[in-house]
Each structure stands twice: as structure tokens, then as C-alpha cells.
């Protein structure tokens, strides 16, 4: 049964306009919400996390909004750039139960000029 | 700082072998963590290792195991390899800090096919 579902398989948004990915979780007892970003033949990069004491975390272009009512995370990117085009996956972990990351299944951005 | 090193990139091995995959933490990083991508399940956790030993673990049947050296690098070994096996193989690294926000950084991956 998958705890974290991101079910947007694609998305594709013009350069210099907002991205949005978003990610669902089952399990209110995950504390720990991260997004990376993963190229083709690469492991996934670290992009930025939010931790369930906040709502929003903010870096650079990215930010995250963490709604734990509706257990619903989101990232933005904005303006959206070409180099931006990648594998966005959503992880969450629970620090009481071990650090291991439940991952979705990712959603492929595709950025156009 | 170097990030998280993983040998060999790519392997081929035939059913019922079996194989042994490397990864070299950040400098500093003492817990690493194995992970299994595939087409259909994803990205999927198979175990973690702090201070050589598993403090955490994934469904995953005992063919998977791995290992944690007194450096914090670690190795996973699968045995008996089945097609199934076939995946990208990914080791990822953290401070292991004790805190609810321990992030981990990837490695580059060890693409393994089972032929």
C-alpha cells in the first residue's frame, strides 16, 4: 500500500511561470518532508525540506507548504527555468520509527523556452 | 567535500549469482541508508546502518544484506540473483544527528541487470 502518492506522472509549464508538484501522504505520523530532483542515470538531489513544526520553508526560487491537516505537501518553483526539467520525487520519514524515506513515484517536469 | 561515492556504476551478472555493492559516505556522515529504484515500485528502502550496525529495515526478503565498516562505508550484497533484482541501486548518506531532520544525500547509483 503506497503511503505517498504524487499523481501527477507529468507536468509541463513555460520558462519564467510557476511549477507546482504536489504529494500526498497517508500516515499522519510522518514528521519529515523532503523534495529531490533526479536526472536520468543520477541519484536523487536534495532540494529542500520542511519538518512538521512549520508550514512553509522557503529557498531561493523553491518553496515548500506543508498542509498537515490535509496531509499535502507542495513544491513551487518560480520562475521555472529550462535547467529545471527533471524528476521531482516527494520523500517523508518518520524520526520516531527509524530515518528511513518513503518516496512517490515522482513526477517528470518539463520545462519549455 | 566529496559527496557520496558508489562502485561499481554499472554491473552485469547472470540469475543465481550473487553481487556486492560499495558506497563511500559524505566525509562525516555515519548513518547510510540503501535504497532499490525500478520502473515499477519506485523507490523502494532496503536497510540503514549506523555505527555498523542495521538500526533500520525494509520488506525485503534475506537475499539483500549489507554491512557497515568501522570508516562508515558500507557494502550490499544480494545473493542469487534473480531478473527481478534488475535495478538502479542507491546508497545515501546523513549526519545521523538523532533529530527529526536528518537529511540524506544521495550517491550516483549502481545500475545492476540480471541477464
Known amino acids: 500500500d503506497q503511503q505517498v502518492k504524487q499523481n501527477s506522472p507529468s507536468l509541463s509549464v513555460q520558462e519564467g511561470r510557476i511549477s507546482i508538484l504536489n504529494c500526498d501522504y497517508t500516515?499522519?505520523?510522518?514528521?519529515?518532508f523532503l523534495w529531490y530532483k533526479k536526472y536520468p542515470a543520477e541519484g536523487p538531489t536534495f532540494l529542500i525540506s520542511?519538518?512538521?513544526?512549520?508550514d512553509k520553508n522557503e529557498d531561493g526560487r523553491f518553496t515548500v507548504f506543508l498542509n498537515k491537516s490535509a496531509k499535502h505537501l507542495s513544491l513551487h518553483i518560480v520562475p521555472s527555468q529550462p535547467g529545471d526539467s527533471a524528476v521531482y520525487f516527494c520523500a517523508v520519514s518518520n524520526s520516531n520509527s527509524g530515518y528511513a524515506l518513503n518516496f512517490g513515484k515522482g513526477t517528470s517536469l518539463l520545462v519549455t523556452p | 567535500k566529496a559527496g557520496v561515492t558508489q562502485t561499481p556504476r554499472y554491473l552485469i551478472k547472470t540469475r543465481g549469482q550473487q553481487v556486492t555493492l560499495s558506497c563511500s559516505p559524505i566525509s562525516g556522515h555515519r548513518s547510510v541508508s540503501w535504497y532499490q529504484q525500478t520502473p515499477g515500485q519506485g523507490l523502494q528502502f532496503l536497510f540503514e546502518y549506523f555505527s555498523e550496525t542495521q538500526r533500520n529495515k525494509g520488506n525485503f526478503p534475506g537475499r539483500f544484506s549489507g554491512r557497515q565498516f568501522s570508516n562508515s562505508r558500507s557494502e550490499m550484497n544480494v545473493s542469487t540473483l534473480e531478473l527481478g533484482d534488475s535495478a538502479l541501486y542507491l546508497c545515501?548518506?546523513?549526519?545521523?544527528?538523532?533529530?527529526?531532520?536528518?537529511?540524506?544525500?544521495f550517491g550516483p547509483g549502481t545500475r545492476l541487470t540480471v541477464l
Open positions: 545515501a548518506s546523513s549526519l545521523a544527528a538523532h533529530t527529526s531532520t536528518d537529511t540524506q544525500y
Open positions: 520542511i519538518s512538521s513544526i512549520k
Open positions: 500516515n499522519s505520523m510522518f514528521d519529515y
